[in-house]
């Protein structure tokens, strides 16, 4: 499928028109309009007469000023959301995400025309969990969670009914023979949960309990909805009471259930903004990314106000010099609802626009506050040739300056993902989120998908390196490509490679 890239105008008309109002962003838009005139285009002779970029130029002009300047600004944004949700948040849909947006269109296209700045509009899906319950053989257990995107049970009340012990992995048909009317209890692996509640559906079960297959929280989501398929409301359990209960079943006893999921699952439309410069080699695209929406609970400054930020500044003083290759910056939306903008695009490429992406890198998450320097373990065996040069290039960087840095794994958490899965070689660098820093055994971003997620939030000194090695990393692939590896042209797709979507496990 092509591209539907229109300009921004008409999309904020479009979007008016689905009943999604985005005032900030136009009204952001008119206020630009009056108070500043846009300076000249850069024509092909002055851009010619730049010098070709330099990483060490280019990092010298990344300063903790700017970098604190737009991370007020960003907060400032996420307070349009107040009146709406109680508390600032740039959540998508919120007045808060829709002026990022229109703040991030804006910090670009006054760069004298450097860059090419479209919007991608796309259907997204949002997902809250308002409440949520279960019990088995009358006890709730004791390790239930909410599954994201579960949609509600009828009327948000409590099904009864018994509890139903579905074969197997429960990812095919047959596994659920005579749930019609009970619980399904289905053990986690081999496919997706989302597959694992349609199939429920279809076979008339009232909802699933889903019990891991490993020690640990289950923390899944039930990913997007296909059109027109009905999909069980659905809570997990760990594994050690999901053997206990699934044992009793497999002995014959009856055991009675309920689940009740009081909760919003609907569609909403969004955008992505991209920005190419317009010049360089249009047949070698270098490609980063960072994600313009937060969750509902907070502003999200850290996640990812901080790489949105680090981007933006990047795009800014890379208009001091001229570059080799293509590059073009991408403000993914609905990261938070399982990086559903970044997969939108990466889905979206047509054979040609996806063979002349050299590489995409992603900046998620840049300045936690007991941050470690973390790289995503890629590599050339399990990912697109090129990963693995791409992990040196930031390992070199953090030893070079003598800092240590935590390989993390490469499991999906991030929007890589629609990359990779298309063979596009990926990766990138991050902070840290909930696990603990191992040096310190204190958690790495304590107001991790909080409300305190705001300025004070943020590692001033990490934010600076990372937004260095972002410019680094413009700099010499801007410059060239000649010693990465050229693209291999695969059509593989493994839907099913990473675990993650995001913060949630996808199966
Ligand atoms: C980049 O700039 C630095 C500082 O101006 C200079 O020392 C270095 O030689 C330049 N690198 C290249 C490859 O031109
Ligand atoms: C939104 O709420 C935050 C926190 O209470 C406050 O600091 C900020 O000024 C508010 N912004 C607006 C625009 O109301
Ligand atoms: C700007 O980018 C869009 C999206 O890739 C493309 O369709 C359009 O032709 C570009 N415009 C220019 C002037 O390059
Ligand atoms: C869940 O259901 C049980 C049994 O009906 C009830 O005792 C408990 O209060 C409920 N918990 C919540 C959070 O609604
Ligand atoms: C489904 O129920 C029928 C009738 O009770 C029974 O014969 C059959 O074995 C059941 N199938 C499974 C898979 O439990
Ligand atoms: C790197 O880690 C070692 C071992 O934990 C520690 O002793 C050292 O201080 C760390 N260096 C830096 C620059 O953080
Ligand atoms: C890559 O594969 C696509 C789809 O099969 C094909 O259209 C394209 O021509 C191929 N490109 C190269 C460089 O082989
Ligand atoms: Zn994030």
């Known amino acids: ?3 539907d890239f229109l300009t921004s105008t008409l999309v904020l008309a479009n979007i008016a028109n689905a009943a999604i109002l985005p005032q900030a962003a136009l009204s952001l838009e008119n206020e630009i309009e009056t108070m500043e005139t846009y300076l000249g285009l850069l024509g092909p002779s002055e851009i010619s007469e730049l010098p070709l970029v330099n990483s060490t130029e280019l990092q010298a002009l990344i300063t903790h000023e700017a970098l604190f300047a737009r991370a007020e600004k960003l907060y400032e944004i996420a307070g349009h959301s107040n009146k709406s949700y109680g508390h600032p948040t740039r959540v998508i849909g919120s007045k808060g995400h829709w002026a990022t947006i229109g703040y991030i269109e804006h910090e670009l296209k006054k760069l004298h025309g450097y860059y090419n ?6 259907k997204a899906f949002m997902s809250e969990i308002f409440s949520f319950n279960a019990t088995i053989d009358d006890e709730v257990p004791k390790s239930l969670v909410e599954m994201d995107m579960s949609p509600p049970t009828p009327k948000k009340a409590p099904v009864y009914g018994e509890l139903f012990l579905v074969s197997n992995s429960g990812c095919t048909d047959d596994d659920y023979a005579n749930v019609t009317g009970k619980i399904a209890f289905v053990k986690r692996g081999e496919c997706a949960f989302g597959d694992k509640a349609q199939l429920a559906a279809k076979y008339g079960a009232l909802a699933a309990i889903i019990y891991n297959n490993e020690p640990g929280e289950i923390r899944g989501t039930l990913g997007v909805p296909p059109e027109g398929v009905k999909v069980a409301s659905a809570v997990g359990i760990n594994k050690e009471e999901g053997d206990k209960y699934a044992k ?7 055991l009675k259930a309920s689940v009740q999921v009081d909760s919003y699952v609907g569609p909403i439309t969004t955008v992505n903004v991209i920005a190419e410069t317009n010049h360089g080699d249009p047949d070698n695209v270098v490609m980063l ?4 929406d937060s969750v509902a609970a907070g502003p999200g400054i850290n996640d990812d106000g901080s790489g949105t930020i680090s981007l933006l500044e990047v795009a800014k003083q890379l208009t001091n010099y001229r570059v080799e290759n293509k590059v073009r910056f991408a403000f993914w939306a609905a990261e938070e609802e399982g ?7 990466a889905d979206n490429l047509t054979p040609g626009e996806n063979e002349k992406i050299r590489l995409f890198m992603d900046y998620d998450m ?3 506050p007991n941050y470690e320097y973390e790289v995503y373990d890629a590599n050339n065996v399990d990912n697109p040739k090129g990963s693995e040069e791409l992990k040196n290039l930031y390992i070199d960087y953090y030893t070079s300056l003598g800092l240590n840095y935590t390989l993390i794994p490469f499991d999906g958490r991030s929007d890589y993902v629609g990359f990779i899965e298309h063979g596009i070689p990926g990766g990138g660098i991050a902070a840290g989120a909930e696990k603990d820093n191992a040096e310190n055994g204190e958690v790495l971003d304590r107001c991790y998908h909080q409300l305190c997620d705001d300025i004070s939030n943020i590692a001033w000194d990490a934010f600076l390196i990372n937004t260095q090695l972002i410019a680094h990393s413009v700099a010499t692939y801007g410059a060239s490509l000649k010693d990465f590896p050229v693209r291999v042209n695969t059509t593989d797709v493994n839907a099913l490679s990473f675990a ?3 913060d949630k496990l996808i199966f």
């Open 1 to 3: 499928m092509k591209f």
């Open 117 to 122: 700045v479209t919007t991608q509009p796309f």
């Open 248 to 254: 009793l079943l497999s002995e014959g006893q009856t």
């Open 289 to 292: 990314g960072a994600h313009s």
């Open 339 to 345: 990086l559903l903008g970044s997969n939108y695009y």
């Open 366 to 368: 840049m300045a936690s």
């Open 500 to 502: 993650y979507r995001g």
